[in-house]
């Protein structure tokens, strides 16, 4: 006998959370844009005080609207960012017991296809922010907090001229675990000096537009910093991510 796969029924709070995204999406709101009173919210979606709460609630918490108090408070819509992405995320890979290892997986399989359509997608504001920050990096390579910060932002201004949103939510999600940095992975002057090699080959192919260059640079550089892992702290690769890591 074949059991139908049953689906938990939506809360009332969830379904006016989605009802009210998507009247803010039909009406061309924006951040900064205030939404109807809660005397009117109540009549328009016919339900009651305490379950509109909860759903406007539920959007604060997701970053899509601020809940402002007092006279001529009330909602308002905001621009939710990766902030709300990595805490889920990061949430589920505790409950998962996950190590660190998956997230040196997926960056190696999701960076080199990044670089791939950044090589054809990126504009010359990104390559040249891109130049930028190797040259921050070469600059102070000696101070290992802007290093690995630079290093970061390399990173991040690639995912998001792949031109995919997900790539660049994704990588901004992880970018507080991308290094390993919070596990207690260091980078010593020689490594910094290597990091610093192989993100002078990515910029070279991505501001030549070389796209199969670009992916096999990147492909390189994330298999050398497996490899670094590996050989340096086989123990942190197998040490759970921690949701309190990220977001403390």
Same mark, same amino acid.
């Given at each position: 006998?074949?059991?139908?796969?049953r689906?938990?029924?939506?809360?009332?709070?969830?379904?006016?959370?989605?009802?009210?995204?998507?009247?803010?999406?039909?009406?061309?709101?924006?951040?900064?844009?205030?939404?109807?009173?809660?005397?009117?919210?109540?009549?328009?979606?016919?339900?009651?005080?305490g379950?509109?709460?909860?759903?406007?609630?539920?959007?604060?918490?997701?970053?899509?609207?601020t809940?402002?108090?007092?006279?001529?408070?009330?909602?308002?819509?905001?621009s939710?960012?990766?902030?709300?992405?990595?805490?889920n995320?990061?949430?589920?890979?505790?409950?998962?017991?996950?190590?660190?290892?998956?997230?040196?997986?997926?960056?190696?399989?999701?960076e080199?296809?990044?670089?791939?359509?950044?090589?054809?997608?990126?504009?010359?504001?990104?390559?040249?922010?891109? *130049?930028?920050?190797?040259?921050? =990096? $070469? /600059?102070? %390579?000696?101070d290992? !907090?802007?290093?690995? #910060?630079?290093?970061?932002?390399?990173?991040?201004i690639?995912?998001?001229?792949?031109?995919?949103?997900?790539?660049?939510?994704?990588?901004?999600?992880?970018?507080?675990?991308?290094?390993?940095?919070?596990?207690?992975?260091?980078?010593?002057?020689?490594?910094r000096?290597?990091?610093?090699?192989?993100?002078?080959?990515?910029?070279?192919?991505?501001?030549?537009?070389?796209? *199969?260059?670009?992916?096999?640079? =990147? $492909? /390189?550089h %994330?298999?050398?910093? !497996?490899?670094?892992? #590996?050989?340096?702290y086989?123990?942190?690769?197998?040490?759970?991510?921690?949701?309190?890591?990220?977001?403390?």
């Amino acid at each position: 006998m074949v059991v139908a796969n049953r689906a938990r029924p939506q809360k009332t709070a969830m379904i006016i959370a989605q009802r009210i995204v998507a009247d803010m999406k039909d009406q061309s709101l924006t951040a900064g844009d205030k939404l109807p009173s809660e005397r009117i919210m109540l009549d328009e979606y016919n339900v009651g005080r305490g379950t509109l709460r909860e759903a406007l609630r539920y959007l604060e918490l997701q970053g899509a609207l601020t809940l402002k108090p007092g006279p001529g408070g009330g909602p308002v819509v905001a621009s939710p960012d990766s902030t709300h992405l990595a805490a889920n995320l990061m949430l589920l890979l505790q409950f998962a017991q996950a190590p660190y290892r998956v997230i040196m997986e997926a960056r190696s399989a999701f960076e080199p296809v990044m670089a791939t359509l950044a090589a054809d997608r990126m504009d010359d504001d990104a390559v040249a922010r891109l *130049a930028d920050s190797v040259t921050t =990096m $070469r /600059d102070n %390579i000696e101070d290992r !907090v802007i290093f690995l #910060e630079a290093n970061k932002g390399f990173h991040d201004i690639i995912a998001w001229s792949s031109g995919n949103a997900l790539f660049g939510h994704l990588v901004d999600a992880i970018l507080g675990m991308l290094d390993g940095t919070v596990l207690g992975i260091d980078y010593p002057a020689h490594r910094r000096s290597a990091i610093l090699e192989a993100h002078e080959r990515v910029y070279r192919a991505l501001s030549a537009r070389d796209s *199969a260059q670009a992916g096999e640079a =990147m $492909r /390189d550089h %994330i298999l050398e910093y !497996v490899r670094y892992a #590996e050989v340096k702290y086989p123990d942190l690769l197998t040490q759970e991510v921690s949701w309190s890591q990220v977001m403390g």
